[in-house]
């Protein structure tokens, strides 16, 4: 077979027999009805998880790319599943709109993001999930569906985050904001400080987010705060383009790959950079449009496990992991990243019903993260920690049924939307206990 698909971080590879790329939902429906199984969809391969591996059909969404129409008064914009979230900015900005939350990666397409439960940081905001106002979906048999809260409601609880597994979004309907800009401030604050402040400096700001390199006594705070100052544009190299800072941090890893005694070190260094923050002198920041403050232009690859954990434990179960880091004897350079989500209604989000904190353990691309990942999950579990859909885990069926109220209900529906489970490879399966 001469088809060969990969994802980003280049860990999780497959051969299908077909990868398809159509450029309408009539197309989309047209071979969904003969497509070999299981059947697959890829965004632009951001997940960490097998999500899209298939020796049967995958379909790449690249061509069904832009906003179908908007709403300027009720805010909401028709949006095709394969935009990514870096197309999308500008083109909700053109019609004077952009979206109230993201993270800080917008390689995404907005169908996977919302699939996986996709998610900025801000304790009043949730997921992109949760922005979803609307959606089609095309079945595994190539009828379409519509859903939202009034038509087809269960549908629409179930599949706002669904990885794919009920069948594939044509479109998405998303509410938005009117245009807005952001002032970015922050700098590096003594990690005990940090966690003994950490309530007054999330409700501070709009968004809020930390980054502890474990070996350094600091932590490097980020905001970005709702501001009437005077936008500046900001001029992005082309997406996969290294910066300066990128080539920086990729040869300190390699450095660290090779000479792990000096993990240390660089850790400290990394955040030594940054000048020190303080509440009491919340300098003037960096002021842009919404869809230029979100995003960081990452372009060193990695994996990733994230866990959300109830959001009043979270300062414990960030120091457990932190402590386990420094001392399991696994070389490792990234950061941790901290950040707050809302609560959702939606069945399988991992914010369902309760505000939380998600802790991203990285791993440089280069290096083995199982041995890393599977302290830090013996940890999370404790906190009764759900996982991020996109980002490595261990956890099967059992484990969901007792983590989410809504699991059987979902699996239900699931059976009834595709009954021969074409949309499941064989890590699906796993994950809804499909023999």
């Not at 060969?4 to 009805?33: F, T, Y």
């Not at 980020?222 to 383009?241: H, I």
């Not at 070190?265 to 000048?275: A, D, E, L, V």
């Not at 399991?328 to 309760?354: H, K, M, T």
Request: aromatic residues 10%; contains cysteine; hydrophobic residues 35%.
């Amino acid at each position: 077979m001469s088809n060969v698909w990969s994802n980003w971080s280049g860990w999780v590879k497959s051969w299908p027999q077909a990868i398809v790329k159509p450029a309408s939902e009539d197309e989309l429906c047209r071979a969904m009805r003969d497509a070999v199984g299981p059947v697959r969809v890829v965004g632009s391969g951001h997940s960490f998880t097998p999500l899209v591996e298939s020796q049967g059909t995958i379909f790449d969404l690249a061509q069904m790319s832009g906003v179908i129409d908007h709403d300027n008064e009720a805010k909401t914009a028709r949006i095709k599943a394969g935009t990514t979230i870096r197309d999308l900015g500008p083109l909700l900005f053109d019609r004077g709109m952009g979206l109230a939350n993201q993270g800080d990666i917008d390689r995404q397409t907005i169908a996977g993001a919302v699939g996986t439960g996709t998610h900025g940081t801000g304790i009043d905001l949730g997921s992109i999930s949760s922005a979803v106002q609307g959606f089609r979906l095309v079945k595994s048999d190539g009828e379409v569906l519509s859903a939202s809260a009034t038509e087809n409601p269960d549908l629409f609880k179930a599949g706002c985050v669904s990885m794919g597994s009920l069948g594939i979004m044509s479109e998405i309907t998303m509410k938005a904001l009117p245009v807005y800009a952001l002032e970015e401030t922050g700098g590096r604050m003594q990690v005990d400080e940090a966690l003994a402040q950490v309530e007054t400096l999330r409700d501070a700001h709009r968004h809020f987010e930390f980054f502890w390199f474990p070996f350094a006594d600091d932590v490097i705070v980020k905001f970005l705060s709702e501001t009437d100052k005077e936008a500046r544009p900001r001029r992005r190299k082309d997406d996969g383009v290294e910066s300066k800072d990128d080539k920086t941090f990729r040869t300190l890893c390699e450095v660290s790959r090779y000479l792990p005694f000096l993990r240390g070190p660089i850790q400290k260094y990394m955040t030594s950079s940054s000048s020190r923050y303080s509440l009491s002198t919340d300098a003037p920041g960096r002021v842009r449009w919404s869809h230029d403050a979100f995003p960081s232009d990452r372009n060193n690859r990695f994996n990733e496990m994230e866990y959300a954990v109830p959001a009043e434990v979270g300062p414990d179960c960030l120091r457990e992991v932190a402590v386990h880091m420094k001392t399991c004897g696994v070389n490792f350079l990234f950061p941790l990243e901290y950040r707050y989500v809302a609560a959702d209604d939606i069945w399988i989000s991992p914010f369902y019903q309760r505000d939380s904190v998600t802790i991203s353990v990285h791993q440089y691309h280069r290096q083995p993260y199982a041995d890393l990942f599977a302290g830090v999950e013996k940890i999370f579990r404790r906190y009764e920690g759900r996982p991020h859909w996109g980002k490595l885990h261990t956890m099967k069926a059992a484990d969901f049924a007792t983590m989410y109220p809504r699991w059987d209900d979902f699996c239900k529906l699931r059976r009834e939307l595709d009954p021969q489970a074409k949309m499941l490879n064989p890590y699906l399966k796993g994950i809804f206990g499909v023999v």
